[in-house]
């Protein structure tokens, strides 16, 4: 494992930049900055277990009662239970021995206490940690897409997962803990008080020390925490999209480089909470040394004070003791405060992610299509992923498919195709014109009506976990296996499903990593068939299929697509001449339209193509080609 060394830190420079870039990728999506002010935000999620909370109090009241009793049992023990004759020191066993037994029973009654208290907190604190991590779920499924093109994965991770975590010892225990410390402060410096006032004021003088000694570290471990709380986010996010990328690690064999990386952002990590325990460790220290003091303050000035007769000795024992009680909370007050920092920085970023709003919403009163044609209408649309930094990827392109039109969408990579599809989806919106749907603007439509009637099928399909056929299903949730195992015949892919292991009942796996790429292609295929869209979209649908597959199913294919606007992606000769019309895209421009015959015949670009296709050379370049779009997008990779 490389060694930890502190020069590292040069050479990490780029890599700091690059994380404080990814915080500023997040406070920019969500239009607003880190929110500092936690209290007015995390009060509301305490609510819903106000009365656990007000509970785990009240028995932390009475925990500070049975602690403040044991000086009192003290001092009447010593006080009475113990006297001084001319035959020397008498006792009282009754006394004594109902002073042991009532100090036993406070430490047991603590002890219970305790552990009920430390049960209703558990609870409350997996009710409401786990009502936020309901929250962040939620919240993040209505995010536009254009969040995840350009956030980490394992940030987004990171925040439902272990920064939820650490938000437990500041919500739950926090209160219950920080109140029992000031009640043990404020009581035993009235009962010292009432002991003895000097003995009060000689460790009062102390107080203001500890007051800039608090700010300071407060505003230590606040900066601490929030560049901790940044680091954990790298490396968990680095972890998140190796596993995810681990095939194409181990066939470039990138395996030892990507440790090494990995290692770089722990030791980041590492180092940064080191310097910050190191600018913070003085605070234990110090608060010993105060306690210490008035430790020292109360013996001397108490033995003086019971040698002239101001005290006796059991009231000097419970001063003792009521000095301890009244330090003990100082020494506290660093872990208090470090978790208080802990939790605060995380939930900032927590808070970031829940104030991000959707970038596409719908209107107050959206409309819905009684009878959807499948009509599309692209009307001199441009658009760019990030109009800032890059030119568009769509250049006032316009172009109408008629309902029931096959259209097939070809040019080179990069060059704005698959974003038509993005655009048409809705998933982005564009910054000049419209697309519309049986003429109706779709940013006038619900979303979920829209992409009802628009479904999509792409070169890379995600499956869930479970079988092929709950896959299926969410495709038609109202299907029954009949009816989609016939979906499946129609689409002559039947017998393929039946032949994977378990058929239909077969698990597909995390992300369907138990079938192979065309498998899962097949299982989206008719998954898109039972949505009965009317549009369909495929997006290089069958690129991960055989040849000999893809002849199977390109006759049910066109019967699929022969009842509905098909707009389709592809490279393919064959799917490309069975198109009604082929309309060609050259950076990001509509440059021709019309069916394969007088394309190859007006001699231009897509005659270019063909030839190419036709050689095995693929498509030529044409002139400077702009960024692949999901470079334009800004996907961090």
Known sequence: MPRLDPTNRSREAIANDKAHGDLAIEQELAQTVLDRNMFRRMTPLLRPVGGHVATVIAIECVIVVTVF???????????????????????????LGAMILALALTWAARFALSGVSQFIAGRAAIRVLNELRRQVFAHVQTLSIRYFDRTKLGRIVSRADRDVDTLEPLLIQGPPELLSAVLRCAVSGALLYSIAPGLFWGVACLVPLLAPAI?????????????????????????????????????????????????????????????GNVKTSWFPPFTGVLATCGMAIVVVVGSRMMALGGISLGQFAAALFYIYLFL??????????????????????????????????????????????GEVEFDRVTFAYDAKRRGPVI??????????????????????????????????EPQEGAVRLDGVDIRDLAQHHLRRHVGVVLQDNVLFSGTVLDNLKLGAPGATDAEVVEAARKLRVDELLRRLPNGYHTEVGPLGANLSHGQRQIVCLVR?????????????????????????????LRELCASRTALVIAHRLATIRDADRIAVIRNGQL????????????????????AAYERGQGAPKSGEAVASEQDAVGRVA
């Open 395 to 428: 250049r006032d392109l316009s172009l109408r498919v008629q309902p029931g039109e096959r259209v097939a969408i070809v040019g080179p990579t990069g060059h704005g195709k698959s974003t038509l599809m993005q655009l048409l989806t809705r998933f982005y």
């Open 528 to 556: 898109a068939y039972l949505s009965d869209p009317a549009v369909l979209v495929l997006d290089e649908a069958t690129s991960a299929i055989d040849v000999q597959t893809e002849r199977r199913i390109q006759q049910a």
């Open 328 to 373: 003990g909370p100082l020494q506290e007050l660093g872990d208090l405060f470090e978790r208080y920092a802990a939790g605060t920085a995380v939930a900032q970023r927590i808070f970031l992610l829940l104030d991000t709003m959707p970038e596409i919403v719908d209107r107050a009163e959206p409309l819905q299509i009684a009878q959807v044609r």
């Open 591 to 610: 440059c021709e339209l019309g069916s394969h015959d007088e394309l190859l015949a007006r001699g231009g670009f897509y005659a270019e193509i063909h």
């Open 69 to 95: 009793l044991r000086p009192w049992i003290l001092r009447e023990a010593i006080d009475h239970g113990l006297s001084h004759g001319a035959r020397g020191w008498k006792t009282d066993p009754r006394l």
């Open 215 to 275: 700010w300071l570290f407060h505003r230590l471990a606040s900066r601490n925490w929030g560049r901790v709380a940044e680091r954990r986010s790298r490396f968990t996010s680095h972890l998140v999209e190796s596993v995810n990328g681990v095939r194409v690690l181990q066939q470039t064999g990138r395996e030892d480089l990507n440790r090494g990386r990995y290692q770089t952002l722990l030791n980041d990590f590492t180092w940064t909470l080191i310097r």
